[in-house]
């Protein structure tokens, strides 16, 4: 219990978690700007009463249909690119994952007919970061904390304004049920508790570090956020472990993964060649797919095992994610490649990390002025 109370575990792989799908979400709103309006906003097929109708069965959560018209759904999408950015530069990152929360619910759950899988995968990993302390390295706020307490007026600023814009939502009548105490489902606890404590939280902890930083109230905030982190660590790394589970026992009962034609199929579509030469000419070597059919399921499959070997976990970890690189290369899904390729990041090595780390402040250094 110390240690998992006592010091932030897989410091460095939750920062690039936190890189990883900042970058994956920013990637695809910038891919996606042309056709933006279109995908989510007023020419979307998809249209406001139907998504609103589907919103009323599911309750998911959006801020899109709170007003009408083009000029809210340029602010939330753009605001979308803003808070992922925020992210992946790790910049007020205890707001900046709560932005990024509210813009990868709003748009997914505007239009939840998109997406290739990878979708579902940032929108989970969106609601855990909340709950990590994925700045405490490699990020602006690091930087910031190093210099010490009084680096600046910003963050009461910024808290002031986010409680300011939350109490407008809260009171005004535009966000609906939205922004509800309670829900239908589990837990039976709707998204104003879980953003207003997360606001409270924030309060207290600038509160308690300026009038006693090494106090034993400080100490006891410090130790439950080390096990919110820890906890929520420990639940990007079991939402890895049976996304490959589910997805290798499933491919197990199908025909075509058994006869090791599985993946021979995609590569004849239209829809997932985005280079039609490379794609013929993977599909024709009969013998590599079946190896790559089957190499795929005992992947999946065995992965959940092999972590109790820290070698073979590391070895099967560099394939699977060569793996992903070819899905997005062959089958032009980059969007769940990147996606999983960030999960995965949880399972990475510390010293890895930290010699991957050292080589890229290395080439910084060659290439400053000073340096």
Request: net charge positive.
């Amino acid at each position: 219990m110390a240690v998992f109370t006592g010091r932030p575990l897989g410091r460095y792989q939750a920062a690039v978690v936190r890189i990883g799908f900042g970058l994956v979400w920013l990637a695809y709103l910038l891919r996606e700007w042309p056709n933006r309006r279109v995908l989510y906003g007023d020419r979307s097929p998809w249209s406001p009463e139907l998504a609103e109708r589907l919103l009323a069965d599911n309750g998911a959560f959006t801020v899109l249909p709170w007003f009408d018209g083009r000029p809210w759904f340029e602010l939330v999408y753009h605001l979308g690119i803003l808070a992922a950015v925020a992210v992946v530069l790790g910049w007020r990152t205890r707001a900046g994952t709560v932005l990024f929360l509210v813009t990868v619910l709003s748009l997914q759950n505007r239009n939840v007919f998109l997406g290739d899988g990878g979708d579902n995968v940032v929108h989970l990993m969106a609601v855990y970061l909340v709950f990590t302390r994925c700045a405490e390295v490699w990020s602006l706020d690091a930087r910031r904390a190093a210099r010490g307490p009084g680096a600046g007026p910003g963050g009461v600023v910024l808290w002031v304004l986010l409680g300011a814009a939350l109490t407008v939502c809260q009171l005004g009548d535009f966000s609906g049920g939205s922004l509800s105490w309670t829900s239908r489902t589990f837990p039976y606890v709707g998204w104003a508790p879980l953003f207003w404590g997360l606001w409270a939280v924030a309060g207290l902890w600038w509160l308690i570090g300026r009038l006693r930083p090494d106090g034993e109230p400080r100490a006891v905030l410090d130790a439950l956020a080390t096990m919110v982190h820890n906890c929520a660590m420990l639940v990007i790394a079991a939402e890895v472990v049976l996304i490959y589970a589910t997805a290798g026992w499933y491919k197990v009962q199908g025909s075509r993964w058994q006869d090791g034609t599985a993946l021979y199929y995609p590569l004849h579509l239209d829809y997932f060649a985005p280079w039609p030469g490379l794609s013929a000419l993977v599909g024709s070597a009969l013998l590599p797919v079946f190896l790559i059919s089957y190499g795929t399921v005992i992947v999946q499959v065995a992965f959940p095992f092999t972590l109790l070997n820290r070698r073979v976990k590391n070895v099967l970890l560099a394939v699977m994610m060569a793996e992903h690189v070819g899905i997005a290369v062959l089958l032009g899904l980059p969007v769940f490649s990147l996606a999983m390729i960030a999960a995965d990041a949880v399972f990475l090595p510390t010293g890895a990390l930290l010699w991957l780390g050292a080589r890229v402040g290395r080439i910084r250094w060659r290439r400053s002025p000073a340096g």
